[in-house]
């Protein structure tokens, strides 16, 4: 069983950043497809980004193509989504997740583990 848990959330204006690290313990990712996916009030679940066990390809969704970027250190069983030019429709509460597939993985049906989601709030 892997916990995950996400930290550096918080508030910020309008074009800043962000940097969300989702720390994993009681089992190693280095195996896992990593997720990030977000969750806004009365919206679904959407994908956000995701990479490879290996690191050797990630994707994201096009609402935050060229501004997120998903990496990880499975050394230290840990994934981070470094977030740039941050908007208010970017506020939501974002998780982290491990899927065993061993391409890209999209869907949340296709991940095992959850965090308990962090809280990203674009000001305005």
């Known amino acids: 069983q892997a916990q995950l848990v996400e930290s550096g959330g918080g508030l910020v204006q309008t074009g800043g950043s962000l940097r969300l690290s989702c720390a994993a313990s009681g089992r190693t990712i280095s195996l896992y497809a990593m997720g990030w996916f977000r969750q806004a009030p009365g919206k679904e679940r959407e994908f956000v980004a995701t990479?490879?066990?290996?690191?050797?390809?990630?994707s994201y969704a096009d609402s935050v193509k060229g501004r997120f970027t998903v990496s990880r250190d499975n050394g230290k069983n840990t994934v981070y989504l470094q977030m740039n030019s941050l908007k208010p429709e970017d506020t939501a509460v974002y998780y982290c997740?491990?899927?065993?597939?061993?391409?890209?993985?999209?869907?949340?049906?296709?991940?095992?583990?959850w965090g308990q989601g962090t809280q990203v709030t674009v000001s305005l």
């Open positions: 997740a491990a899927s065993p597939n061993l391409g890209i993985a999209t869907r949340p049906s296709q991940y095992n583990y």
């Open positions: 990479m490879t066990w290996n690191g050797g390809s990630s």
